[in-house]
């Protein structure tokens, strides 16, 4: 069952998404080679407390830590390690916030230091995906017709995209209906309505699609051990353009001064 939202719901949501947006850039300021995903998962749950909120992801289903974070061939729900970030790592953070009853979540890929060029296009690439999608998220089309998008921009710049996991619907419930999958036909599923809330999210493979879940249940990587990207926003279905309740805006500040991070 979809759950629509009114306009003082998108409100609450907008605040939790644009709180994930700065945490995002707290996060940030602080990346480059040699800190690790454990100092980045402390310096986010501290600026999530600060602000009044809860990390969403922290003990959801069981998962340990406040922010997920994927390196080079891990797709998504990655263990922030102790292992110290390297020079031209593909580092993926994925941050949810809960925050007066409504959840925000976005996530990001960053390349670090020098990188190959093609990982470069894969990160490009993917953010095309998420924007083409977003293009879609509009009141009258079909679910589908976002999937479609983001599918046939990856496919055509000959990267592949992961099929186990999928975006979702967004609000009281971190995850609720619809699944909003990165591949599909246009046309199909459902219709997008007004109040309609989703988080848009795809993960898009420099190699073949396949994945595998390593010992830890929870990491994914893929199955050729190439890169992989993920970028995600908190999005409300729109009439003439949806509204994007997450925002890059305060991570794209901080890339401008952090010359650790190689942007697409
Ligand atoms: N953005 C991801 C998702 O929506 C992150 C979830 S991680 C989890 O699936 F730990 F919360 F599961
Ligand atoms: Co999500």
């Not at 589908?144 to 186990?164: K, L, P, W």
């Not at 949806?242 to 942007?263: G, M, P, Q, R, W």
């Amino acid at each position: 069952m979809i759950v629509y939202k009114s306009a003082e719901e998108i409100e609450l949501i907008r605040q939790s998404s644009l709180l994930v947006g700065k945490t995002h850039a707290q996060v940030a300021r602080f990346l480059r080679p040699g800190i690790t995903g454990k100092e980045l998962d402390r310096i986010a749950e501290t600026f999530i407390r600060d602000h009044s909120a809860v990390p969403s992801f922290k003990n959801y289903r069981g998962y340990p830590f406040s922010l997920c974070i994927s390196v080079n061939e891990m797709v998504v729900h990655g263990f922030p390690s102790d292992k110290p970030f390297q020079e031209g790592d593909l580092v993926s953070i994925d941050c949810g916030v809960y925050l007066n009853g409504y959840h925000g979540d976005s996530a990001f890929t960053f390349g670090l230091g020098e990188m190959p060029q093609a990982t470069i296009k894969l990160m490009k690439v993917t953010r095309e995906c998420l924007q083409k999608g977003i293009e879609k998220a509009l009141i009258g089309n079909r679910l589908g017709d976002i999937s479609y998008a983001v599918q046939q921009h990856a496919e055509s710049n000959g990267f592949s995209v992961v099929r186990e996991l999928v975006g979702h619907g967004i609000g009281k419930q971190l995850h609720e209906s619809p699944e909003v999958p990165n591949y599909g036909k246009r046309g199909n599923g459902p219709l997008l309505k007004e109040g309609l809330i989703i988080a848009v999210e795809p993960m898009i493979n420099q190699g073949q699609r396949d994945v595998r879940t390593l010992r830890d249940r929870w990491t994914v990587v893929t199955r050729d051990g190439m890169p992989s990207a993920h970028y995600e926003h908190t999005i409300a279905i729109g009439k003439e353009k949806a509204d994007v309740l997450s925002t890059f805006e305060y991570i794209e500040e901080v890339i401008k001064e952090n010359n650790n991070i190689t942007l697409a």
